[in-house]
């Protein structure tokens, strides 16, 4: 597929624009708050233990075989 060159240009921009922050990653734009609502810790736990497990389960990826309608419905209620 052929650009038009001030569609590589804006590429080109973007890109570097992004190199310079891989440092540090919640500098890119969009993505500042990336990581900051997840599923774990104290948080899951309160909702994994309103159907009877807590979070430790998520610890061991088994829980997506043998526990996976427990996780959806705390998932659910968060």
Sequence with gaps: MVF?????TA????????????KDPYSVPGFENYGKHCFTGKLADKY??????????????????????????AVLDW
């Design 48 to 73: 994994l233990r309103k159907h009877g497990s807590t979070a430790t389960l998520l610890k061991d990826p088994k829980w997506v075989k043998d526990e996976a309608d427990v996780v959806a419905a």
């Design 11 to 22: 590429t080109k921009s973007v890109i570097s624009s992004h190199l310079k922050t891989d």
């Design 4 to 8: 038009p060159n001030k569609s590589r």
